[in-house]
């Protein structure tokens, strides 16, 4: 670690709970997850991604539905962390997104399940690719090429894993491959800006294309789905849409599809007023759905028969979130990943007649501790706006007659994205934190997604300053509440929320004790200089654009008030990271340096804008948690 740092802000928090709150904290950093899964066409096996041996690699596995599943066989592929896995439909190849050399570019790579014929496919060191979907027949899997300078168009193109020949498919703005039909014929696409993205159908043979909904100033679709039309319908195709384009939340809406693109009346077959449709999947003959509800964020699964139109709720969801929801093609089996705060990610299988549960990924091994589960707090904006925050209260901080304790040291902890969510997912951050006797509180400031359209362009563009407001009403919820000692409120986030450190520290200070952040932008002009460009480009529609709000962004840009952060500040970042490029960190460290201020600055070396290697997550949860033991001490005048 380098950087200055000024005499500590007093004693530690409580004698011990810091070394324990450490070794904690690397234990759990290293409680390795399986995530990502794919199955191939008969259920019978899922390839996914597990960081087991201190990083992410491809794994497989046989499924076993209602019994126990043998041990998980490796794929060895490439150095490179694996970011993500699917198998070809005809079983024949499996497909990997890796991260070029850890940082944020990817290449694809193929290879047979056996583990043979592996090899790269698209991108390289300086050429950043993207896995797409396969074809239906498996024999091609799309590759994408966003742009590589401002102005670039982005291209869509259709590999061959066994020759690695590609072959044009789309061309566009900011596209994405979303599905295509089982000939090939049709292809859907999304285009657009961060939360103006907007889907359209185009005919490869008649050289025609049509928006699959109207398009609206602000929204988005997510998740798009080519599947046959019941039987009677008077179009052959129906394309599902996750969507919250004209709506209030997202929701399942369908479209039938006819030769050219032709739409048929939209209709919206799934709704609800608390949830967000965030995952979706379908079986091969389109009669039975799978939909997965974010509320509030916790994770609610349901079955939709197309035929009849009926919902089944899936009752006992077997953790707090699920992600990367698998239908087989026969409709019969489900595949997820499971997770909750005292376990990191599992696989799980779901039979979907009987309705039971069957764990089929191995678990690590947790330390023997108890672990935080959170409770979900609601407060307010400056201007009334109803908020959200999970908050994680030490054990020790209850008081013999069962009602907290109040006035003790705590750490607000803002998500990245913004359109990101704080959900009660596995933390060894907030659970190493907590152990050493500090509070830790997440929140939902405006902007995070999971709570409708209107609430994720809450912040966006000259709305800025009302993202930096809810973080201050975050820290006055917690001090009204009695949680928090005023003098004794840490502020930290990582991406967008180390963003919001950087900002709240120079735009309010008195506010917060110390400060945590990491991989967060200091100058918005900056960022747009050294950002990957497709990045850029698609980051016009929620911060501004460098030219046209130029003085916005500068205004926004906590570097130019680096003078008035007078705190402790903790600063790390990966030196791969060029989606928010490390340049952001290191001008804000050395502004707070010439400054004389209190900085300490952690570089992990080898790392992008994700930490996926297990030493640099437990690297930055021991510095965190001993820099804020040393911050959040007892202070004169504090509340005894």
Not at 136 to 144: A, D, E, F, I, L
Request: net charge negative; with cysteine; proline share 8%.
């Amino acid at each position: 670690m380098t950087g200055a740092h000024r005499g500590a802000a007093g004693p530690g928090i409580v004698t011990g709970a810091v070394e324990h709150a450490v070794e904690l904290g690397e234990r759990l950093a290293g409680a390795w997850g399986s995530w990502n899964p794919s199955m191939t066409p008969d259920a019978a096996r899922v390839a996914f991604v597990s960081d087991r041996r201190g990083t992410p690699e491809l794994w497989i596995q046989d499924v076993v539905p209602g019994g126990e599943s043998p041990p998980a066989r490796r794929i060895p592929l490439s150095d490179d962390p694996v970011l993500s896995v699917s198998w070809s439909a005809d079983g024949n190849w499996l497909a990997c997104a890796v991260a070029t050399g850890g940082g944020v570019r990817s290449q694809v790579w193929v290879v047979r399940p056996d583990g043979s014929d592996a090899r790269r496919i698209a991108g390289s060191e300086s050429l950043h690719a993207e896995l797409g979907p396969w074809t239906r027949s498996g024999h091609r899997v799309v590759v994408t090429f966003p742009p590589g300078s401002p102005g670039d168009s982005t291209r869509a193109l259709l590999a061959d894993p066994a020759t690695g020949d590609l072959y044009p498919l789309a061309q566009g703005d900011l596209i994405t491959v979303l599905d295509l039909s089982v000939e090939e014929r049709l292809v859907i696409l999304r285009d657009g800006r961060r939360g103006h993205q907007f889907c359209v159908v185009v005919d490869r043979v008649a050289d025609q294309s049509a928006s699959l909904l109207p398009h609206t100033q602000t929204g988005a679709t997510d998740v798009a789905i080519l599947r046959p039309a019941p039987h009677g319908s008077p179009t052959p195709l129906i394309a599902y849409l996750v969507t919250e384009e004209g709506r209030p939340r997202r929701q399942l809406v369908s479209v039938p599809l006819g030769p050219g693109g032709a739409r048929g009346p939209v209709a919206t077959l799934a709704e609800r007023e608390d949830a967000e449709l965030e995952g979706l999947d379908a079986d091969d003959a389109g009669d039975l759905l799978l939909l997965v509800w974010n509320v509030a964020g916790r994770s609610e699964l349901e079955l939709f028969d197309t035929v009849g139109g009926t919902r089944t709720p899936v009752p006992a969801l077997p953790g707090y979130v699920a992600t990367h929801p698998v239908l087989s093609r026969d409709g019969r089996s489900v595949v997820l990943s499971i997770e909750g705060p005292e376990r990191p990610r599992e696989l799980w299988h779901l039979d979907t007649e009987s309705l039971s549960w069957t764990r089929i990924s191995e678990v690590p091994e947790l330390p023997d501790a108890v672990l935080v589960q959170p409770t979900l707090e609601t407060f307010t904006g400056h201007d009334g706006l109803p908020l959200t925050g999970w908050l994680y209260r030490p054990p020790a901080n209850d008081s013999d007659d069962g009602a907290p304790a109040v006035h003790g040291a705590a750490m607000l902890h803002l998500h990245g994205g913004p359109e990101a969510q704080e959900r009660p997912t596995f933390s060894a951050q907030h659970q190493a934190v907590v152990a050493a006797g500090i509070t830790v509180f997440a929140p939902n400031v405006r902007g995070s997604s999971g709570f409708g359209r209107e609430f994720v362009h809450a912040d966006d563009i000259e709305k800025r300053y009302d993202a930096f407001a809810d973080v201050v009403s975050a820290a006055e919820h917690l001090v009204a509440t009695g949680v928090a000692d005023p003098n004794r409120i840490a502020v930290t986030g990582r991406s967008y929320g180390g963003y919001l450190t950087f900002a709240t520290l120079a735009f309010s200070p008195g506010v917060f004790a110390s400060g945590v952040a990491v991989c967060g932008m200091s100058d918005l002009h900056g960022f747009y200089r050294e950002t990957e460009p497709w990045i850029a480009s698609a980051a016009f529609s929620k911060y501004g654009h460098p030219q046209r709000d130029r003085k916005l962004l500068r205004d926004l840009s906590p570097l130019r008030a680096a003078g008035r952060i007078e705190v402790p500040l903790l600063v790390a970042h990966g030196d791969l990271d060029t989606n928010v490029p490390v340049g952001e960190s290191r001008r804000m460290v050395r502004a707070l340096t010439k400054l004389g201020r209190p900085v300490e600055y952690l570089e992990q070396p080898g790392e992008g804008h994700e930490y996926r290697r297990v030493e640099s997550r437990a690297s930055l949860v021991t510095a965190m948690v001993r820099f804020l033991d040393r911050t959040l001490g007892r202070r004169p005048g504090s509340i005894q």
